[in-house]
């Protein structure tokens, strides 16, 4: 990812001054990865003069963004050459408010996942990340629990020297631009007025917040700290009760004109369907989840599925699979409008660990036919058996690690959009 993107960098680079070098710079060496960014590894990528370069590199320096790393010989004189990297005192804090979930699905509460995170992606100093119970899905309650993280990841960051620039928090829902709450099942805002949470956070913590929705943090988590190789993609996130999907476009998270983008977990594909918790009919959450899956067959939880499937149960199976096909179509529906390089399909292991749980393959296999059967005709091959799990990839969900790290992506690259108007 870089944050020109331009397709001839070079020449679109050549056109800007100095300062205006400066968030390309600070981007390559924040995804530069296992691979070290320098000065003369970025003038000769960019093919811009070193002087430029230095004084782009001075300057971010100077303003505790970069810092000089090691030195290695990189001509063959042996002349070493001194790499940049983040200043590691440079700290946002990443917050996820999350469901916990029990052995049968259902949620036993919700809390507060919070780490802190350098500009790098990386959690400061190897800190993991604290959990803090939310006593109720109530705003008020929100705020005293993120007020409670926050103050404990800040007084150890600050006791190892480093500051604290800004909060990003992430959460299920519709999360508008301007930082407002419109919709969020894990804060209960069904019943629940929109809210102006960001500047409520700020005024408590007194600190820069952004908010976002999880599974577009989890796409900006992707689109920065991964090698993904093309520039358009999608990431599903599919949990015990809910949906999403982070849609990223021409190299950038794709939210709407209101920040509405990517509730995959409602689209319509049943009218007569079970009532979803936004109130509308046959959501495609109302039908593929965990949840759903256990609630159509009149369960309690999950695991009496599983049990159900394991004993050959054909009603288990029968609904089972067509939660899969519904998927499915779905997912086809998604291929056929933004037509993605890839799909990352992030689920929880019933659904998605098909070596672990036979419900994984009956619920896969059948997401796999109708995903098949419902692309456009020109992307039937790269969806073929051969060739589907190249391109709908599918893995568990993320840890607590990576959530909050998206959490903390979108505060990165504000930090990087910044420096477009720094005088140097």
Not at 300 to 319: I, T, Y
């Amino acid at each position: 990812m870089r944050f020109f993107a331009a397709e001839d960098r070079r020449v679109a680079l050549h056109m800007k001054l100095a300062e205006q070098v400066e968030p390309d710079l600070l981007a390559a060496v924040i995804c530069a990865g296992d691979s070290p960014m320098s000065r003369l590894r970025y003038v000769t990528e960019s093919g811009l003069s070193a002087p430029t370069v230095g004084r782009a590199a001075r300057a971010l320096i100077k303003d505790g963004l970069l810092a000089e790393g090691e030195q290695f010989p990189i001509d063959r004189r042996g002349r070493p050459e001194i790499t940049l990297k983040v200043d590691p005192k440079h700290v946002h804090l990443g917050l996820v408010v999350e469901d916990e979930a029990e052995p049968t699905g259902r949620s036993a509460g919700v809390r507060v996942v919070a780490m802190p995170v350098t500009l790098d992606g990386k959690p400061f100093e190897g800190m993991p990340p604290i959990a803090v119970p939310i006593a109720e899905r109530k705003i008020p309650d929100l705020i005293t629990s993120v007020v409670d993280a926050v103050r404990q990841l800040r007084q150890k960051v600050e006791e190892r020297g480093a500051r604290v620039e800004g909060v990003g928090l992430s959460l299920g829902g519709h999360i508008s631009a301007d930082n407002w709450v419109q919709y969020s099942s894990n804060i209960g805002s069904e019943q629940d007025q929109p809210s102006p949470l960001g500047s409520h956070l700020e005024e408590a913590i007194h600190l820069p917040v952004m908010l976002e929705n999880d599974a577009n943090a989890l796409a900006r988590r992707h689109l920065w700290f991964t090698q993904e190789p093309s520039s358009a993609y999608a990431i599903v996130l599919l949990k015990s009760d809910g949906i999403g999907c982070g849609i990223v476009a021409d190299g950038s998270v794709f939210t709407g004109a209101r920040g509405m983008a990517g509730e995959f977990g409602h689209l319509p594909m049943d009218p007569d369907g079970p009532t979803c918790r936004c109130e509308n009919h046959g959501c495609l959450e109302a039908i593929a989840t965990p949840r759903a899956i256990s609630r159509s067959l009149k369960f309690e939880g999950f695991e009496q599925v599983s049990k159900a499937v394991a004993a050959n149960d054909e009603d288990a199976a029968r609904v089972l699979g067509e939660a899969g096909s519904c998927l499915g179509r779905a997912l086809a529906t998604l291929i056929n409008i933004i037509d993605p390089g890839r799909i990352f399909l992030l689920g929880v292991d019933e659904l998605t660990d098909r070596e672990a749980n036979s419900t994984a393959a009956v619920y896969l296999d059948a997401m796999a036919e109708a995903v098949q059967k419902h692309v456009f005709r020109s992307a039937r091959d790269r969806y073929d058996l051969e060739h589907i799990w190249a391109n709908l990839i599918v893995s568990g969900l993320p840890t607590e690690t990576e959530t909050t790290v998206a959490a903390a992506a979108q505060c990165i690259q504000e930090v990087v959009k910044s420096r477009s108007g720094s005088n140097g």
